[in-house]
C-alpha cells in the first residue's frame, strides 16, 4: 500500500494505516526535533506532541500528498511551543539559575556538539532551512510552502546557510580555494 493511500485510509480512522505513516517519518521527525531542540528527551517530546496532534486532526488534511509537510508544519509548532514553555520556566527561576535561551540547544551527545555549534551559528530562519533540508529531506518548493518564503529565498539562505556552516569548520569549496 502507498503513502496516498496509508493517508486516506488514517483519515477515515483507520489506526493501523496511521501507525504505518508514523513508522514511514518517525525517524525524520525525531532527526528534526533533535536538531531543533538540542536533545534527546525535548526532541521525544516534541515528536510525541506531533504525533498526537496528527492523529487527532488528520481528518482534516485535504489532500494526501501534503501529508510530509503537513506533519512537519506540526513538529515546527510542537518544538516552537516546547521552546517557548522552556523560556518561560527558567524565565521564572531565580535569578541564579536562569540562564538563557540559547542553552536550549546544548547537546548532550559530544558526538553532535561541532555540529550543534555549527547551527547556532545560523539564525534562526536559516537554521528552519537547513533542519527542514537536510535532515527532514525538504525540497526548496516544500520549504517554501511551510515558511511562506519563495523557493528562490529558500535557495539563497540554504545556500548562505551552508556556507556559514562551511566557515565553521574551515570547510573549503573548490570555488573557494
Known amino acids: 500500500m502507498n503513502e496516498n493511500e496509508l493517508v486516506k485510509k488514517a483519515k477515515s480512522g483507520d489506526k493501523e ?52 509537510s503537513w506533519i512537519f508544519k506540526i513538529l515546527r509548532a510542537a518544538c516552537s511551543d516546547y521552546v517557548k514553555l522552556q523560556i518561560k520556566q ?26 550543534r555549534q555549527a547551527l547556532d551559528t545560523l539564525s534562526g530562519d536559516e537554521r528552519e532551512i537547513v533542519l527542514l533540508s537536510v535532515v527532514a529531506g525538504f525540497t526548496s518548493k516544500e520549504i517554501s510552502k511551510l515558511t511562506g518564503l519563495t523557493a528562490g529565498s529558500v535557495r539563497s539562505k540554504l545556500s548562505r546557510s551552508i556556507s556559514k556552516m562551511r566557515n565553521f ?9
Open 90 to 115: 527558567r524565565e521564572s527561576e531565580s535569578l541564579d539559575t536562569v540562564k538563557s535561551s540559547s542553552d536550549l540547544f546544548v547537546t548532550i551527545d559530544e558526538s553532535k556538539t561541532e555540529l
Open 17 to 68: 494505516a496511521f501507525c504505518r505513516l508514523y513508522s514511514l517519518y518517525k525517524d525524520r521527525l525525531y532527526r528534526y526535533a533533535y536538531y531543533r531542540l538540542g536533545n534527546v528527551d525535548d526532541a521525544q517530546d516534541a515528536v510525541s506532541d506531533c504525533v498526537v496532534r496528527a492523529y487527532e486532526q488528520i481528518k482534516n488534511l485535504r489532500k494526501a500528498e501534503a501529508f510530509p
Open 169 to 177: 569548520f574551515g570547510v573549503m569549496t573548490n570555488e573557494e580555494k
